[in-house]
Nanobody
Framework: QVRPVESGGGLVQAGGSLRLSCAGSGRTFSSYVMGWFRQAPEMEREFVVAISGSGGSTYYADSVKGRFTISRDNAKNMVYLQMNSLKIEDTAVYYC?????????????????WGQGTQVTVSS
């Protein structure tokens, strides 16, 4: 099993940057697709980005394309989300999730393990 644990959230001004980290567990971490999702108040959880087990493939939501970058370090069982040019509408709880499959998917139900989330607040 992979038990994601997020860190790195916080308060930032619009236009600023934050880097989220997600620590995984287990010896098979590199076999999992890892994804980031977010949920704003009174909104459904939405897909942000995912990365394949090898790190060779990524898929971004249109709303973050060109601003966010996902990466992973399988030697450290870590996934990172670099968020630049942050907007007020990026404010949400960000969740790291693991999918027990080599294929990237965007659905919440496609992921098997979830972290507790980390709050990102972008102010004007």
């Amino acid at each position: 099993q992979v038990r994601p644990v997020e860190s790195g959230g916080g308060l930032v001004q619009a236009g600023g940057s934050l880097r989220l980290s997600c620590a995984g567990s287990g010896r098979t971490f590199s076999s999992y697709v890892m994804g980031w999702f977010r949920q704003a108040p009174e909104m459904e959880r939405e897909f942000v980005v995912a990365i394949s087990g090898s790190g060779g493939s990524t898929y971004y939501a249109d709303s973050v394309k060109g601003r966010f970058t996902i990466s992973r370090d399988n030697a450290k069982n870590m996934v990172y989300l670099q968020m630049n040019s942050l907007k007020i509408e990026d404010t949400a709880v960000y969740y790291c999730a693991a999918r027990r499959s080599p294929f990237i998917r965007r659905g919440v139900g496609d992921y098997d393990y979830w972290g507790q989330g980390t709050q990102v607040t972008v102010s004007s």
